[in-house]
Structure formats: structure tokens, C-alpha cells
């Protein structure tokens, strides 16, 4: 473990490790722990230099100075946060490790402030980023916010007659007090008049002109990577379920199907998962994609060798990749699922994944879920022709 140690000091601080001298002030400590919680985690070596010199902390009882940060953690930070303290020889001189997990119960504040990790530095979460902390916590539901300048006017009347229609609701004939009513009990308007996120995104008419990140960026590339010759270009807009719509049709007519004749017939050579798997990606990045994130639209990257499905956010707090693949739900944007669970995009909340992976399974290649920085990426092979 020491020489891995020595080889992280030598690599210096970074977005996930951070050097203390002994003697640093508990306010301090309890910072950069908030920090890493509220970010990916982290480790602070506790007895190294800023510039990677070990200097050891006192050779006092060890038992002390772990209960000190235990101490710090759970009594200077709100909520109370779990680490881990470990002790380590480097040089002849004992230093401190303390783990630092990705926070489950974020956000994490000390002394009333809520800190992040940005590269070597921790600093104050802005509005946006607390309101993504709160959000990935449960605690908040951006989809709910009304969205400012939008009235009654910019809903598609007759979505909503079909909506309403299935649940033997005339709501066309229904008086503009009662449609009022009605829209505000269903959370498609607020108490204000305005459309909720999640009432616009799904029975909106226009949807961009006051949510410039919704819609999906489409890009055919005729290689492997993002330098090779696109093929097609398209931005798709509009409500939901016509965006989902709109890009399974177009990721059907845009893989390549080459195939040969065999006994008079013409047979594919080809074989793709089915279209529920790439109608159900759609969904979930259409369903829980942050949109909190305003400068960053959903990308649907089409390769010779893979799909991507690329939505902006993180993981909610508690909810990993394994546990994805194994049917955990999550519901980062509880209005739009309702929403697209009565329309039927949604048949039942964490059964998706699973089906998606299953179906690429049985292909002999498996499907990939990644998270990295502020996005969450699926990667569907597609086989060589």
C-alpha cells in the first residue's frame, strides 16, 4: 500500500486527492471532506506538503487523531458524512489517509456553505449546481419549476384532449376555469399559470423557445469516431413523444442493412437488437436526463460499430451502474415519468435497463453504461458488416 501511496503524492493533487500538513484547523478539513462528498470522492493525505513532500504528522496515539476526524465528520458537516481514516508509513514518517465516498445523502454543507471539487480547488456550489446537488438528493424535482413567461397558451390543446381522453375527460368542452383547475391538479400548470418543465416537455408546442436545451442533436458518422465523414446531421425538437418518435425512425433508416440473395430471396446479413432496446434508451434519456443542465442538448451519436445515447446529468445519490443493470428505478424527473408512464413510453419504471442489456446480451456483445463528468453514456455495439 505505501508504494501506491508514494505513487499517488507523486502524481500530485487532483479532482480526488488533496494534501493537508498535520495541524490543519478542523474548518478546513471539514471543507475539503464536503467537497469531495458533493462531488465523486475523494482521499486526503493528512501529513504531506502542497507540493507532495511527506511530513508526517505527530507520532501521537493514532486512535486520537482518528476520532478527531470522525469527530469533524460527523459533527461539522451537515448531513453527518461516513469516512474512512487509515494509517501509513511513508519514509520512516506515519501520515493519515481519509477516504472520502461520493456523498448518498448530498448535498453536504459546513459551516452553511455547500462546497465542490473543481480540479485541485474546492468552491462554493453556485445556484445551478446546488440546485443539481438537491435534485440527484431527491430532495428537489426540477421537472415540477414553472417555467417563467409560459402560459396555458403554449400547450397543445389537442394532445391534451387525447390525454385527457382516456380517462373519459371531455377536455375540450370543459369550461376555462375547469380546464385551469384541471391542468394545475395534474401538474401540467403551476398555482402561477405558467406550464410546469414537465407539462411543457411533454404537451408543449414549441417546448425550445423557452427550453433551449430540450430536443435531441442527431450525428451519422460513417467511421468510428467523431473526426470521420458525417453522413447526417439533425437537431429534433418538439414535444416528447414526438422527439422519441421521430429519432426511432430515423435511427431505423439510418442503419445499414446490406444482404445477399439466397435461393431467390434477399436476406440481411446484419443483425441489431431489436427497436424496443433504442426506443427505451430513448426514453430514459429523454426521461431522466437533468434539465437543469442548460447548455447541453441529448446526443444520439450513430457510429459504423455503436450507438450512443449521451444525456446530461449524473446518477441520482444512491444508484450505480451494477445496481441499473440489475432493475434499480430511479426517477430523477417524477412528473415527466408519470406523464410518459399514462402515454405508455414507459411501461415499468426499472424493468428498461435490464431488457436493454439482456437483448444486446443475446447479440454476443454486451452494452455499455457509462458516467462521466456531467453525462450519462450508453454505448449499444452494432455488428460489422
Same mark, same amino acid.
Given at each position: 500500500?505505501s508504494? #501506491?501511496l508514494?505513487?499517488i503524492i507523486?502524481?500530485g493533487?487532483n479532482?480526488?486527492?488533496?494534501?493537508?500538513?498535520y495541524?490543519v484547523r478542523?474548518?478546513?478539513?471539514a471543507?475539503e471532506?464536503?467537497a469531495?462528498?458533493?462531488?465523486?470522492g475523494g482521499?486526503?493525505l493528512?501529513g504531506?506538503t502542497?507540493d507532495?513532500?511527506?511530513?508526517?504528522?505527530a507520532?501521537?496515539?493514532?486512535?486520537?487523531?482518528e476520532e478527531w476526524?470522525?469527530?469533524i465528520?460527523?459533527?461539522s458537516?451537515?448531513?453527518?458524512?461516513?469516512?474512512?481514516?487509515?494509517?501509513h508509513?511513508? #519514509?520512516? &514518517?506515519?501520515?493519515a489517509?481519509?477516504v472520502?465516498?461520493?456523498g448518498?445523502?448530498? *448535498?453536504y454543507q459546513?459551516?452553511?456553505k455547500?462546497?465542490?471539487?473543481?480540479?485541485?480547488?474546492?468552491r462554493?456550489? @453556485?445556484?445551478?449546481e446546488?440546485m443539481?446537488?438537491f435534485?440527484a438528493s431527491?430532495v428537489f424535482?426540477?421537472?415540477a419549476n414553472?417555467v417563467?413567461?409560459?402560459?396555458?397558451?403554449?400547450l397543445n390543446?389537442?394532445?391534451?384532449?387525447?390525454y385527457?381522453?382516456?380517462?373519459?375527460?371531455?377536455?375540450s368542452? #370543459? @369550461?376555462?376555469?375547469?380546464?385551469q383547475?384541471?391542468?394545475i391538479?395534474?401538474?401540467?400548470?403551476?398555482?402561477d399559470g405558467q406550464?410546469t418543465?414537465?407539462?411543457l416537455?411533454v404537451?408543449?408546442i414549441n *417546448?425550445e423557445?423557452?427550453?433551449?436545451?430540450?430536443?435531441i442533436s442527431f450525428g451519422?458518422?460513417?467511421?468510428?469516431e467523431m473526426?470521420?465523414e458525417?453522413i447526417?446531421?439533425?437537431n429534433?425538437?418538439?414535444p416528447?413523444?414526438?422527439?422519441i418518435?421521430r429519432?426511432?425512425a430515423?435511427?431505423?433508416?439510418?442503419?445499414?442493412?446490406p444482404s445477399?440473395?439466397?435461393?431467390g430471396?434477399?436476406?440481411n446479413l446484419r443483425v441489431?437488437?431489436?427497436m424496443k432496446?433504442f426506443r427505451?434508451l430513448?426514453?430514459n434519456?429523454?426521461v431522466?436526463?437533468?434539465?437543469a443542465?442548460?447548455?447541453? &442538448?441529448?446526443?444520439?451519436?450513430?457510429f459504423?460499430?455503436r450507438?450512443?445515447?449521451i444525456?446530461?446529468g449524473r446518477?441520482p445519490?444512491?444508484v450505480t451502474?451494477?445496481k441499473? &443493470?440489475?432493475?434499480v @428505478?430511479?426517477a @430523477?424527473n417524477?412528473?415527466?415519468?408519470k406523464?410518459m408512464e399514462?402515454?405508455?413510453?414507459v411501461?415499468?419504471l426499472?424493468?428498461?435497463?435490464p431488457?436493454v442489456y439482456?437483448e444486446?446480451? &443475446?447479440?454476443g456483445t454486451e452494452?455499455?453504461?457509462k458516467e462521466?463528468?456531467? #453525462?450519462f453514456?450508453?454505448i449499444?455495439?452494432? *455488428?460489422?458488416?
Amino acid at each position: 500500500m505505501s508504494s #501506491e501511496l508514494e505513487y499517488i503524492i507523486q502524481q500530485g493533487e487532483n479532482s480526488s486527492v488533496e494534501f493537508k500538513e498535520y495541524g490543519v484547523r478542523a474548518e478546513s478539513l471539514a471543507k475539503e471532506m464536503v467537497a469531495f462528498a458533493n462531488s465523486q470522492g475523494g482521499v486526503i493525505l493528512l501529513g504531506v506538503t502542497d507540493d507532495g513532500v511527506v511530513s508526517g504528522i505527530a507520532r501521537t496515539d493514532f486512535t486520537l487523531l482518528e476520532e478527531w476526524v470522525m469527530n469533524i465528520a460527523r459533527n461539522s458537516i451537515i448531513p453527518a458524512l461516513d469516512v474512512e481514516c487509515h494509517k501509513h508509513s511513508i #519514509e520512516n &514518517k506515519i501520515l493519515a489517509e481519509i477516504v472520502v465516498g461520493k456523498g448518498k445523502d448530498k *448535498p453536504y454543507q459546513t459551516g452553511g456553505k455547500y462546497y465542490i471539487r473543481i480540479g485541485t480547488t474546492n468552491r462554493i456550489a @453556485s445556484q445551478s449546481e446546488l440546485m443539481r446537488l438537491f435534485q440527484a438528493s431527491g430532495v428537489f424535482h426540477y421537472d415540477a419549476n414553472g417555467v417563467e413567461g409560459s402560459t396555458i397558451s403554449d400547450l397543445n390543446f389537442t394532445a391534451l384532449d387525447r390525454y385527457f381522453g382516456e380517462y373519459q375527460i371531455d377536455f375540450s368542452r #370543459e @369550461s376555462e376555469k375547469d380546464k385551469q383547475r384541471l391542468l394545475i391538479n395534474t401538474d401540467i400548470l403551476n398555482e402561477d399559470g405558467q406550464t410546469t418543465i414537465g407539462g411543457l416537455l411533454v404537451f408543449g408546442i414549441n *417546448p425550445e423557445r423557452y427550453l433551449p436545451q430540450s430536443g435531441i442533436s442527431f450525428g451519422h458518422f460513417a467511421g468510428q469516431e467523431m473526426q470521420s465523414e458525417l453522413i447526417d446531421k439533425q437537431n429534433i425538437s418538439g414535444p416528447l413523444p414526438f422527439i422519441i418518435d421521430r429519432c426511432l425512425a430515423i435511427i431505423k433508416n439510418s442503419l445499414p442493412l446490406p444482404s445477399e440473395i439466397k435461393n431467390g430471396q434477399r436476406e440481411n446479413l446484419r443483425v441489431y437488437p431489436p427497436m424496443k432496446v433504442f426506443r427505451e434508451l430513448l426514453v430514459n434519456a429523454c426521461v431522466h436526463r437533468n434539465y437543469a443542465i442548460i447548455g447541453s &442538448k441529448i446526443r444520439l451519436l450513430m457510429f459504423n460499430d455503436r450507438i450512443e445515447f449521451i444525456s446530461p446529468g449524473r446518477l441520482p445519490n444512491t444508484v450505480t451502474i451494477e445496481k441499473l &443493470k440489475a432493475g434499480v @428505478s430511479y426517477a @430523477s424527473n417524477p412528473i415527466l415519468v408519470k406523464f410518459m408512464e399514462n402515454l405508455r413510453y414507459v411501461e415499468q419504471l426499472g424493468r428498461g435497463l435490464p431488457m436493454v442489456y439482456q437483448e444486446v446480451l &443475446k447479440l454476443g456483445t454486451e452494452v455499455e453504461f457509462k458516467e462521466l463528468g456531467e #453525462e450519462f453514456r450508453v454505448i449499444v455495439p452494432i *455488428p460489422a458488416g
